[in-house]
Nanobody
Framework: VQLVESGGDFVQAGGSLRLSCAAS????????IGWFRQAPGKEREGVSW????????DYADSVKGRFTISSDMDKNIVYLQMNSLKSEDTAVYYC??????????????????WGQGTQVTVSS
């Protein structure tokens, strides 16, 4: 099982980015996928989560209304569309996989497979 993130970049505040998480060796119907981020000096926090098996999605309060998670099951890719970016969104963004169903989707404990991360930097 492998996850590879891409799409991180340097962007000005108010801008947009779309992150991709390409998964291999797993089925979206068996695994839930979460997006997390970690800023320097801070703990890793959950950003968004998608469960294809149960057709659920969820977001952290800090990104609701600005970020959208989606998936392309044919390509085995999960996307995170990030709009109206703020300087506080600056972090390394990771995607992770957990065997469905996840009890605490925005917590890190149940996720056993992680990508290498992609850097998002938002200038104010």
């Amino acid at each position: 099982v492998q996850l590879v993130e891409s799409g991180g970049d340097f962007v000005q505040a108010g801008g947009s980015l779309r992150l991709s998480c390409a998964a291999s060796g797993l089925s979206f119907g068996t695994y839930d996928i979460g997006w997390f981020r970690q800023a320097p000096g801070k703990e890793r926090e959950g950003v968004s989560w998608i469960s294809e098996a149960d057709n659920y999605i969820d977001y952290a309060d800090s990104v609701k209304g600005r970020f959208t998670i989606s998936s392309d099951m044919d390509k085995n890719i999960v996307y995170l569309q990030m709009n109206s970016l703020k300087s506080e969104d600056t972090a390394v963004y990771y995607c992770a996989a957990a065997v469905a169903p996840v009890k605490n989707p925005l917590g890190t404990r149940e996720y056993g497979v992680w990508g290498q991360g992609t850097q998002v930097t938002v200038s104010s």
